[in-house]
C-alpha cells in the first residue's frame, strides 16, 4: 500500500511536470549505457524502475544492433510471458522483476548496441500511457598480451647517414593503444621522430647520437592494464666531439702550455667518440709540418725546444670518415715562484702559514725550557726576595765609596803595547799630592788601568 502511493505522487508529479514545461519523466533508468566486455565473461545490464510493476501494464522488448548493422529480437516480454529468441536462449537471462538482461559468454558478435523498449498502461487514469525507449554501446575487448619490439637495421647505424624504425606489436588484444619509450621517458613527434597513425611503428630519421638508450613500447586497453615490452638497445656511431688537450704539467694559458727548463712534458689529447678515435701528433715549424707520434700521449723534453712551437692534434673515426682537430703553442720559460703564485696559490698559502707559526711556537717552547734549566729564575727570584731590605735599596755605587768588598789578590798581567800607559798611570801615583787613602787610591789605579792614563788619575 505504501509503495503504491509512492507511484500515484510520482506520477502525479510527473504528470504536472509535463503539463507546465513540458519535461517528462524517468520511468526507468540505466546506470551506464556503454559497457566494456571481456571476451568469455558474463555482462549485467542492468535497469531501474521508477514504478512498481504490478501497478501497470507492460510490454517490452530486447533487441541487438550487431556493427554490420543486423537487427535480432532478443527477448519479448509482458507482466505474464517471456518469449526468448531461440538462438539466444543459452546465452542470455531475462530478470523479469526489474528488466534487466544479463549476457553470457561475451563474444566478438556480443558487440553493437542493445535497445530497451518498453510500453506502459498504469491503472491509475491519471497517467495513461507511457512509452520508454533506451539504448547501450556494448564492445568485447581481448585482454592485450606482453608486447615484443623489433629494430631494424639490426646492426650499429651511423649517425647523420642512416635512419632506425621500430615497430612494436601483441600477440592478443582488440583496440590496443601503443605508447613509446626512451629510457622509461615518453617519446613524442618531433621533426625525426615519426609515428604511424596506430603509433604501432617509431621511425627515426636521421639518427643522431642523442637518440641512444633503451627502448621499448607500452600496449594497453580499455580492459587492460598497461603491458611493457622488453627493452631493446640503440646503438650509434658517431664523433669526434669536444676535442681538447690536457696536461699535468706546466702552466696553461688558453692555447699555449708554459714548461720549465729541463721539464719532462706529457699531453693526452681526447674526444668523444664512437667507436673510438684514432689520433695523430703534428709538429708545426717554419719548414712545414711533420707526423710526430701516433696515439692519445705525446711525450716532448723541453731542452730539445730552441723556441716556442706549435703543435696539434688530429683525431679521425674511421667508422663516420669525421675529424677534428686541436692546436697549442708549448712554450719554455722559468716558472719560478710565477708558477705556484698561479697554480697553488690558495692552496698552498694556508699550510706554510701553519707550518710557520707551528715552528715559532715549538722554537719558543725550547727556549723557555733551556732557560729554566740554565737560569733557574725561581731560585733567582727567591734569593733577591729575602734579601735585606737595606741591601735591596743600597744605592748605586761607583766604584770609591768603599773598596773593603774588592779586598784580595791581583794579578797585573803586562799587555803589549801598553807599557807606557801602565808607566804613566805609576809616575801619576807618585805625584799625588795626598796619600791618606792608599787603599782606595790603588783600587782606582787597578779599576782605571783600561782607561786612559791623565783621565783615570787625574779624574
Not at 254 to 274: H, K, M, Y
Not at 298 to 320: G, I, K, M, W
Amino acid at each position: 500500500m505504501e509503495a503504491s502511493g509512492r507511484t500515484a505522487l510520482y506520477l502525479f508529479i510527473c504528470t504536472a511536470l509535463l503539463v507546465l514545461t513540458e519535461v517528462s519523466c524517468e520511468f526507468i533508468h540505466i546506470p551506464s549505457l556503454v559497457h566494456h566486455g571481456i571476451e568469455g565473461k558474463s555482462l549485467f545490464l542492468q535497469v531501474e524502475t521508477h514504478f512498481q510493476l504490478e501497478e501497470a501494464e507492460i510490454q517490452g522488448t530486447w533487441s541487438h544492433t550487431q556493427l554490420s548493422g543486423t537487427r535480432t529480437t532478443l527477448v519479448t516480454f509482458t507482466n505474464d510471458a517471456i518469449i526468448m529468441e531461440m538462438t539466444y536462449r543459452n546465452r542470455l537471462l531475462f530478470r523479469k522483476h526489474n528488466l534487466s538482461l544479463l549476457i553470457q559468454k561475451l563474444d566478438q558478435t556480443s558487440e553493437g548496441d542493445y535497445h530497451l523498449k518498453l510500453n506502459i498502461e498504469f491503472h491509475n487514469k491519471t497517467v495513461h500511457y507511457v512509452k520508454e525507449e533506451r539504448t547501450v554501446h556494448v564492445t568485447v575487448d581481448v585482454p592485450v598480451s606482453t608486447p615484443v619490439i623489433k629494430k631494424s637495421p639490426l646492426y650499429t647505424v651511423v649517425e647523420d647517414k642512416e635512419n632506425v624504425t621500430w615497430t612494436c606489436s601483441a600477440a592478443r588484444g582488440t583496440r590496443v593503444g601503443f605508447q613509446w619509450l626512451r629510457n622509461n621517458v615518453s617519446l613524442g613527434p618531433t621533426d625525426r621522430y615519426h609515428f604511424s597513425q596506430d603509433n604501432t611503428t617509431l621511425v627515426i630519421s636521421p639518427v643522431r647520437k642523442e637518440d641512444m638508450g633503451e627502448y621499448s613500447c607500452v600496449a594497453s586497453n580499455p580492459v587492460s592494464q598497461e603491458q611493457h615490452s622488453t627493452a631493446m638497445e640503440l646503438n650509434v656511431y658517431y664523433g669526434p666531439y669536444n676535442l681538447a688537450v690536457n696536461s699535468g704539467q706546466g702552466l696553461r694559458t688558453g692555447e699555449v702550455f708554459t714548461i720549465n727548463p729541463g721539464e719532462l712534458a706529457f699531453f693526452e689529447c681526447q674526444a668523444d667518440s664512437n667507436p673510438p678515435n684514432s689520433y695523430v701528433w703534428i709538429s708545426k715549424g717554419r719548414n712545414g709540418t711533420q707526423v710526430i707520434t701516433k696515439g692519445p700521449r705525446l711525450e716532448v723534453v723541453s731542452y730539445n725546444l730552441a723556441q716556442a712551437e706549435d703543435y696539434l692534434c688530429r683525431a679521425f673515426n674511421n667508422v663516420t670518415q669525421k675529424q677534428d682537430e686541436a692546436q697549442f703553442t708549448l712554450v719554455v720559460a722559468s716558472l719560478g715562484t710565477g708558477k705556484e703564485k698561479h697554480t697553488q696559490e690558495s692552496s698552498s698559502l694556508s699550510p706554510l702559514a701553519t707550518i710557520i707559526v707551528c715552528s715559532v711556537f715549538v722554537i719558543g717552547c725550547m727556549l723557555l725550557v733551556l732557560f729554566r734549566r740554565t737560569c733557574r729564575p725561581k731560585r733567582v727570584l727567591m734569593s733577591i726576595y729575602n734579601r735585606p731590605l737595606t741591601e735591596q735599596k743600597r744605592p748605586h755605587r761607583s766604584g770609591h765609596e768603599d773598596a773593603t768588598e774588592d779586598f784580595g789578590i791581583y794579578e797585573f798581567v803586562s799587555i803589549p803595547g801598553k807599557m807606557e800607559s801602565a808607566q804613566a798611570s805609576c809616575r801619576s801615583l807618585a805625584r799625588l799630592e795626598s796619600v791618606q787613602d792608599m787603599h782606595t787610591t790603588i783600587y782606582d789605579v787597578i779599576r782605571h788601568v783600561p782607561e786612559t792614563p791623565s783621565h783615570s788619575l787625574l779624574k
